[in-house]
């Protein structure tokens, strides 16, 4: 099972077994397989784009442009401090005399975002929050899009176009030279947290634009994935600190420890880690079944969840002892569990406020 078919089971199964779906971050950003970062999958084929990016451009821009930045970022980090570090890590350490991290990070980091953020599907809207938002910080959708296009068209030579979310949780618009983001913390003079973004370098609209920029960028807002848009800006979001419901509920802490070290390997296709520990697992769900839930997560709901935990997590485990089980099964039992697991934390976020 490759990484896009993860992806999708996980989100029909997430989808189904969570009443309030906590988007985890692992889903929106590079995935590594063995200490290596991927190319990612696009969701869509190189022609779903037309007529507004043409199938050529899009896979040069992928299969090349893309490529090479997955590849060189590989080769620069190998024995450096940044070897081991998630992009985002990566992005928020690396200084102006990184050069080699620096460009093929941030490349291999923008990408995977654009890529994201437009789709072939038609008519996709901002959720309610994310307009409420856009409407706060720039009166109107057609407001945001006009000061987006007069980012992108002042972008000099190559760069990139923003939109983010800054620490006054409020959405501004940005611009960035050449393969830097809002995230790099020691470069960018302005940081937040991006939630979508346009690449305004030559390679992502010479063949069908030619200089016409601005006939590029108008064209870039009939493709716009807005679904994958609220949910980044959802996710960006400040939300209760896990290290407050951690230290409220130690073991659930120690699960959540677990799961995140065998849960974030198998989406990029490595199963090891889960077929190794899930006997550990579900050792560590039944001890959560067995503690003393804090007074505020003590709700009917919260405690059935938990006992689901525990019987998923035995479940799961055996499956991973048979050896008729195949690596689908294994995965679609992992992201169950796993969805269960962020009921329980989003029940409990709840019981924060």
Known sequence: MNKRE?????A?????????????????TPQKNNGDFLLPDLDYAFNALEPFVDAMTMEIHHGKHHAGYVSKLNA???????????????????????TAVRNNAGGHYNHTLFWKVLTPNKNTKPSAKLTEAINQSFGSTESLKERMMAAGKTVF?????WLVL???????VLASSNQDNPMMLKISPQTGKPIFGIDVWEHAYYLKYQNKRGDYLSSIWEIINWEEVSLRYEAALPKPKNKELFEEWAELNDFHTTMSQTFHPAEGGDLAPIKA???????????LAKSS???????PQIMEAVQQLERDSKILSRLTRKRKTTDAQITQSLTALH???????????????
């Open 6 to 10: 993860f992806l999708k089971l996980n």
């Open 12 to 28: 029909l199964i997430v989808g189904g077994a969570m009443l309030n779906p906590i988007p985890s971050f692992a889903l929106f």
């Open 76 to 98: 620069a980090i190998k024995g450096t401090s940044f070897e081991g570090k998630t992009i985002e890590g990566i992005l928020a350490s690396i200084g102006p005399e990184d």
């Open 157 to 161: 030579g190559s760069g990139w176009a």
């Open 166 to 172: 800054g620490e006054d949780r409020k959405l501004a």
């Open 277 to 287: 520990r899930s006997k550990e697992l579900a050792q560590k769900a039944a001890t």
């Open 293 to 299: 839930i804090p007074a505020a997560f003590s709700t």
């Open 339 to 353: 969805g269960v697991f962020h009921k329980i934390v989003g029940l409990c976020r709840e019981g924060m406020h």
